[in-house]
């Protein structure tokens, strides 16, 4: 459990670290800040978020995020191992298991994400590499809901069960 404490205070922390890297970010042409940029439908639309943001500010949010997904994956990835220790029946401990690696696939999908818009942003962009980062987003931002909802259903779950059981 403390490994899943420290885990969770090291993505809290980055979570604050992006938001203050987000706020030279936000702009008419990106109002979700890198996310607008993760989202880009087009090549042109990156370029237009390239052309008010500058291409500097958005590679640094980026190469910081690699950093983050370190942090979220493995708060993500032990929360999931802690609650699928939990569980006696092998049946949930297979779901466990899958959402246990779902957490991994969120990180590989965000460093995908995050390449793809280096590429663009080195200006080697296309709207091939525009595509690539919006399809790898969305994915992983779905992923990482459906993450997220396990950990607290499952969580909620335990403790409901815990406390009949006392």
Do not use: H
């Not at 670290?17 to 936000?26: C, E, Y």
Request: hydrophobic share 60%; glycine share 6%; aromatic share 10%.
């Amino acid at each position: 459990m403390k490994k899943v404490i420290i885990a969770g205070i090291a993505t809290i922390i980055m979570i604050i670290v992006m938001q203050i890297l987000s706020k030279g970010i936000v702009t008419d042409y990106s109002p979700m800040g890198i996310v607008s940029f993760e989202l880009a439908k087009t090549f042109r639309d990156a370029s237009a978020i390239i052309m008010a943001v500058g291409a500097k500010p958005l590679q640094i949010n980026v190469s910081v995020d690699f950093l983050f997904i370190i942090t979220y994956c493995i708060f993500l990835y032990l929360c999931c191992k802690a609650i699928m220790n939990n569980f006696r029946s092998s049946g949930l401990k297979t779901i466990g298991l899958i959402f246990l690696e779902l957490s991994v696939l969120v990180g590989v999908l965000d460093l995908v994400e995050n390449i793809a818009m280096l590429i663009t942003l080195g200006g080697y962009g296309s709207e091939i590499s525009v595509t690539i980062a919006r399809i790898a987003a969305i994915i992983k931002f779905s992923l990482a809901a459906l993450v997220i909802l396990y950990i607290i259903i499952a969580s909620l779950f335990i403790i409901y069960f815990s406390k009949k059981k006392a």
